[in-house]
């Protein structure tokens, strides 16, 4: 029986990019890794990455915005930074582990429309979705 890696996705709001990209890790890598998000400031998970996420029908509406105190483990095997200020501001993890930076545009910080803001969300969750796809499969 193999066990699977652990992986934890860093932001700083742990409100859009950590968390959908912690679904979508889990939906695509279920069997070969345990997903795990936090922020360095977390905040609250934003309604329209539970939509755009849902759209896929994947449920992320138990989902929380968290810190990294908050994860009941303390060592991974891989760290994902999706923000750059999640990447300055990393707290120190113990043990020895992948560190990938790999930053997203933050759909919080998108204006215009109702319509063109849910359009940029569903971009970044594609971008996000892709990105992890093509790339985590040589580390696990």
Not at 84 to 102: M, V
Not at 105 to 130: H, M, Q, V, Y
């Given at each position: 029986?193999?066990?699977?890696?652990?992986?934890?996705?860093?932001?700083?709001?742990?409100?859009?990019?950590?968390?959908?990209?912690?679904?979508?890790?889990?939906?695509?890598?279920?069997?070969?890794?345990?997903?795990?998000?936090?922020?360095?400031?977390?905040?609250?998970?934003?309604?329209?990455?539970?939509?755009?996420?849902?759209?896929?029908?994947?449920?992320?509406?138990t989902h929380s915005s968290k810190l990294i105190t908050d994860i009941p483990i303390k060592q991974f095997d891989?760290?994902?930074?999706?923000?750059?200020?999640?990447?300055?501001?990393?707290?120190?993890?113990?043990?020895?582990?992948?560190?990938?930076?790999?930053?997203?545009?933050?759909?919080?910080?998108?204006?215009?429309?109702?319509?063109?803001?849910?359009?940029?969300?569903?971009?970044?969750?594609?971008?996000?979705?892709?990105?992890?796809?093509?790339?985590?499969?040589?580390?696990?």
């Open positions: 029986m193999t066990t699977k890696k652990t992986i934890l996705i860093l932001c700083t709001g742990n409100s859009c990019r950590s968390q959908m990209a912690e679904a979508l890790i889990r939906h695509h890598f279920n069997h070969a890794l345990d997903v795990y998000s936090a922020g360095t400031k977390p905040s609250f998970v934003h309604p329209k990455a539970i939509t755009v996420i849902n759209e896929l029908g994947i449920d992320m509406s891989i760290v994902v930074t999706v923000c750059d200020n999640a990447k300055e501001s990393c707290p120190f993890i113990p043990g020895k582990h992948t560190l990938i930076h790999q930053p997203f545009e933050d759909p919080a910080d998108l204006t215009g429309t109702p319509e063109a803001i849910l359009d940029g969300f569903k971009r970044i969750r594609d971008e996000i979705s892709a990105t992890f796809i093509t790339t985590l499969p040589q580390y696990i």
